[in-house]
Each structure stands twice: as C-alpha cells, then as structure tokens.
C-alpha cells in the first residue's frame, strides 16, 4: 500500500524597525559634581558638536510552503515567497522568491535490497531564489544636509547641499542556486556522509561604486553586476572503533569553490578597489573587479628588481616594454585573488573509559595575499627614523640598496596565503558521581600552531571597503591568539 503524505502551510510576518540617536557632549566642567546632569555648567561645546540620527525600515513578507512524501522514498517541496522592503524604490520594493526541491531515497528501492552495501541512499536536488536587502536605509532618495560654510553678513551660516543621489531604480539583488546532492550510509552508519554539486548565480549586486566627476558625491549604491560561484562539497563521518571501554569517531570535510565575474552592468566594465592604508598610500588601490575574474583580484605593476640607483623597476615605468600590456595597457596585471582554491577541515573525537581527547584543524590553500603591513614597514627611508621599520629593509641597505629607494605597491607584496592551523585541542576526564548527574574537567588549547609561508603575523585576514569586497589585504591586523584554559563541566540533578 501507498503511504503518501501532504503539508501544506503558509504565514505572514511584518517588522517594522525604528532607531533613533543624539549625542552631545561638553568639556572642561567647573566641577564633575554634576555628573551628566547639567551640562550648560560646561565651557567647552564647540570641539564636541551634537549630532542626531533616526532609521527606520519595513519588511514584509508572504511565504508558503507545500511537502510531499509518497512511501518515505519520494520527496517533493516547495516553497513560495513575497517580500516587500521599504529600503528599494516605490517600484521595486517588491520580489517574489520561489524554492523546489526533490527527493529520491534509493535505499528504499527494491532493486537496492540484494545489493546490501547502504544503510541510506538518497539522491537531492534543489534551486531556489533569495533575495537580499543588507543595505542602509534610504539609498534610493535625495537627501540634503549641512555642506560646507559661507560669511553672509558677518555670520557663518551653514549651507544645505546634496549628501545622497537618488536613486529610484534601486531594487533587490538576487541570488539563485541550483545544488545536486547525494546522503549516503553503510556499515550500520559506521560510515555516513554527503556530497553536493551548486552553482550559483547573483544577480543586481548591490554595490557602492565611484560616481563620475564632477558629482555633489563620491558613491552611490547601485545594482550591477553578475558573479557566479561553482563549487563542490565532501564531509565523511567516520565510526573507526567502538569496544566496552574505548570509542573513535572522525569528521572530514573538504570544498572547493570558484568564484567568477560574470558582468559588470553601468558606466564602467571594472571597478578599481581595495584601498591600501599607510603613508603616502592613501590614493593607492590594489584590486580589480572585472569580468572573467573573481572577486578579490590583486590588480597592479610586476616587481623586476632593482636600477643602479637602487631603486624600483615596475612594470608600470615609462619606457618598459610591459608599460603598454596588461588588461587595461597600462602595465598593471592581474597578480592572484585572495579566493582558495580548496578548503578543508578534519576533527576526531577519543574517549577511552572516562577520559575524552578531542582536536581540529583547518586548511585553507591555494590564495594569495597582501602584505599591506610589509608595504609600509619595510621603506629603507624609515630606518633611523621614529618609524618602524622590518629587518628585511636593513638588510636591504646592508646589500646595498640605496636608503632612499622607493617602494611602491607591486607583486612583491602579494604572498601565498595557505596555511594549516591545529584549531583546538582538548583532554577531559569525565567523574562518576552519585551526588551529581554529571561533572568534567578538561583542560584546552586554541590555536597551538599554525604551518604557512605567509610572512605576516596571521594569514587570516579580511577587510570591506565601501559596499566593495575587498579579500586578503593585511594592515596591521591583529594575530589569533594561542589560549589555554581550564574547565569545568557540572550537571546538577
């Protein structure tokens, strides 16, 4: 007989959010008697201007969803739903998001019977849309606000001025996903795991990019671009032994995921990003959005060496043969992204009568990296200066460069950032109580070592730039630290 098996439900959920802000503050109090509550008692307001704020935004959505199992084999959902933020134009602030998803369990399969190999065996496959409306709110209006001051008169008046373009077409960026999986299990589930196929694909990237100059503003989020993101994922659990008085288990995983530019849709076919910081960089940019490459691309001149004088050659000098190649024929390259290659991580569990001894690492391999901190702090002009400098600059000028050559953002900076981290580490030992219905210690490190070629102090690193991902760029970014510590686990009847 047929045991089929139908839900269906549907909801609705509002949120409306509103914030609102002031601040003032005063200095040099006759007395701190009065604490906050007076502060007209102050003679200071000017160095500490007051300033106010309010947000609000709303979500609405609508949503069902309808499952379908015919004999626990055959499954069958989908899912529907209509949003609706206040944070898009009039015209837009609406999107509608559908989700399918199927099911075959093999293992229930007659045919699977004389093969005996799976406890579980089941096939998925699935797409679906999302939306999402992570921005501030209001980009789509005008807004005015103070801009500058003017003399009229013999008073300084504040003058009103554009702080914010309109933007009327601004609309919810979206990001499609069609994934393949395969649950299977064997060996009394001694042995379980899954693997999944996706491709996705975002759409209307909601991005903050450079308005053309002259302009009353420097940015304006808008929806461009495409980028897709392919990849496969693995993870195996493992039962490796289990006897009256010792178990083992494992976990490992493993993905690799390609990132791809797919279009860029406005006034420009790249966009130049990620900002370096440090002196004499403030104007100096380090990646390339672009299509046929991912996101995170170090964009810049090749480093060649050294001239008599000591200082830099780049590929970007005037009258280098390379002064007229690159993407874009201004001796800038495409020099590595900051996206892995693969991913992995492998952790196991050991409990031998009343102890227990758990670890985890983690890999990531195959990204490249900028040393913006070595960019910096490695200038031979700094030396004997009250700047910082790092030894490979002394040793420099002790093999001879000059102490006034230049250095310049170029591929010497960009550095392989694979690394391998033993995560955690942790012994307990478990004491049989009758007056308590558990009680463990444990003691536990964090982090005890790190393998990787990367000259910083930590390969992982991240910043975000104005609306613009901005991947593995390194200034002064402070290390994970190494921990111990000491625990205690009780559980009271």
């Given at each position: 007989?047929?045991?089929?098996?139908?839900?269906?439900?549907?909801?609705?959920?509002?949120?409306?959010?509103?914030?609102?802000?002031?601040?003032?503050?005063?200095?040099?109090?006759?007395?701190?008697?009065?604490?906050?509550?007076?502060?007209?008692?102050?003679?200071?307001?000017?160095?500490?201007?007051?300033?106010?704020?309010?947000?609000?935004?709303?979500?609405?959505?609508?949503?069902?969803?309808?499952?379908?199992?015919?004999?626990?084999?055959?499954?069958?959902?989908?899912?529907?739903?209509?949003?609706?933020?206040?944070?898009?134009?009039?015209?837009?602030?609406?999107?509608?998001?559908?989700?399918?998803?199927?099911?075959?369990?093999?293992?229930?399969?007659?045919?699977?019977?004389?093969?005996?190999?799976?406890?579980?065996?089941?096939?998925?496959?699935?797409?679906?849309?999302?939306?999402?409306?992570?921005?501030?709110?209001?980009?789509?209006?005008?807004?005015?606000?103070?801009?500058?001051?003017?003399?009229?008169?013999?008073?300084?008046l504040t003058g009103i001025g554009l702080t914010q373009l309109a933007n009327p077409d601004l609309k919810w960026e979206e990001t499609s996903q069609v994934n393949f999986g395969i649950d299977f299990?064997?060996?009394?589930?001694?042995?379980?795991?899954?693997?999944?196929?996706?491709?996705?694909?975002?759409?209307?990237?909601?991005?903050?990019?450079?308005?053309?100059?002259?302009?009353?503003?420097?940015?304006?989020?808008?929806?461009?671009?495409?980028?897709?993101?392919?990849?496969?994922?693995?993870?195996?659990?493992?039962?490796?032994?289990?006897?009256?008085?010792?178990?083992?288990?494992?976990?490992?995983?493993?993905?690799?995921?390609?990132?791809?530019?797919?279009?860029?849709?406005?006034?420009?076919?790249?966009?130049?990003?990620?900002?370096?910081?440090?002196?004499?960089?403030?104007?100096?940019?380090?990646?390339?959005?672009?299509?046929?490459?991912?996101?995170?691309?170090?964009?810049?001149?090749?480093?060649?060496?050294?001239?008599?004088?000591?200082?830099?050659?780049?590929?970007?000098?005037?009258?280098?043969?390379?002064?007229?190649?690159?993407?874009?024929?201004?001796?800038?390259?495409?020099?590595?992204?900051?996206?892995?290659?693969?991913?992995?991580?492998?952790?196991?569990?050991?409990?031998?009568?009343?102890?227990?001894?758990?670890?985890?690492?983690?890999?990531?391999?195959?990204?490249?990296?900028?040393?913006?901190?070595?960019?910096?702090?490695?200038?031979?002009?700094?030396?004997?200066?009250?700047?910082?400098?790092?030894?490979?600059?002394?040793?420099?000028?002790?093999?001879?460069?000059?102490?006034?050559?230049?250095?310049?953002?170029?591929?010497?900076?960009?550095?392989?950032?694979?690394?391998?981290?033993?995560q955690n580490v942790t012994l307990g030992y478990t004491f049989d109580t009758q007056y308590l219905r558990s009680l463990r210690v444990y003691v536990s490190a964090d982090n005890l070592f790190l393998?990787?070629?990367?000259?910083?102090?930590?390969?992982?690193?991240?910043?975000?730039?104005?609306?613009?991902?901005?991947?593995?760029?390194?200034?002064?970014?402070?290390?994970?630290?190494?921990?111990?510590?000491?625990?205690?686990?009780?559980?009271?009847?």
């Amino acid at each position: 007989s047929e045991n089929q098996n139908l839900e269906v439900w549907g909801g609705y959920s509002f949120q409306d959010y509103n914030a609102s802000n002031f601040r003032v503050a005063a200095l040099d109090f006759v007395s701190d008697g009065f604490t906050f509550n007076n502060l007209g008692a102050a003679a200071d307001f000017a160095s500490a201007l007051p300033s106010s704020g309010a947000f609000s935004n709303r979500l609405v959505s609508f949503l069902g969803r309808a499952v379908y199992s015919l004999n626990d084999r055959y499954l069958l959902n989908g899912g529907l739903r209509y949003e609706g933020s206040s944070r898009f134009g009039e015209n837009y602030s609406w999107g509608l998001f559908p989700s399918v998803s199927a099911g075959w369990r093999l293992s229930q399969e007659s045919f699977m019977a004389g093969i005996g190999t799976f406890d579980d065996l089941k096939l998925r496959l699935s797409w679906g849309v999302t939306g999402n409306q992570d921005i501030t709110d209001g980009l789509f209006r005008e807004l005015l606000g103070p801009s500058g001051n003017a003399v009229i008169g013999g008073q300084v008046l504040t003058g009103i001025g554009l702080t914010q373009l309109a933007n009327p077409d601004l609309k919810w960026e979206e990001t499609s996903q069609v994934n393949f999986g395969i649950d299977f299990a064997m060996l009394d589930s001694k042995i379980a795991g899954s693997l999944d196929i996706y491709q996705k694909n975002t759409t209307d990237l909601l991005l903050d990019i450079p308005v053309p100059q002259p302009a009353p503003v420097e940015t304006q989020v808008r929806n461009i671009g495409e980028v897709k993101n392919s990849g496969i994922e693995f993870s195996l659990n493992t039962i490796n032994m289990t006897t009256s008085n010792f178990f083992w288990r494992s976990n490992f995983n493993i993905a690799a995921n390609k990132n791809e530019v797919i279009q860029l849709r406005g006034d420009d076919d790249f966009i130049i990003t990620g900002p370096l910081s440090g002196a004499g960089l403030s104007s100096t940019n380090s990646q390339i959005v672009i299509a046929g490459q991912p996101l995170g691309t170090f964009f810049g001149p090749r480093f060649l060496g050294y001239d008599s004088q000591g200082n830099e050659i780049l590929t970007t000098d005037a009258g280098r043969p390379e002064a007229s190649q690159g993407p874009l024929g201004d001796g800038r390259f495409f020099l590595g992204d900051a996206q892995p290659a693969y991913t992995f991580g492998f952790s196991s569990t050991m409990v031998y009568k009343d102890f227990d001894f758990r670890f985890a690492i983690q890999g990531v391999q195959g990204l490249e990296l900028l040393n913006n901190t070595r960019l910096e702090y490695q200038r031979p002009s700094n030396i004997n200066s009250s700047a910082n400098v790092f030894a490979e600059a002394v040793e420099d000028v002790a093999n001879g460069l000059g102490r006034n050559a230049t250095v310049n953002y170029s591929s010497r900076f960009i550095e392989d950032g694979s690394f391998v981290r033993l995560q955690n580490v942790t012994l307990g030992y478990t004491f049989d109580t009758q007056y308590l219905r558990s009680l463990r210690v444990y003691v536990s490190a964090d982090n005890l070592f790190l393998l990787t070629d990367y000259s910083g102090l930590d390969p992982e690193v991240n910043t975000f730039s104005e609306g613009v991902p901005t991947l593995g760029i390194d200034y002064t970014s402070y290390p994970r630290a190494r921990t111990f510590s000491v625990g205690l686990n009780l559980g009271l009847k």
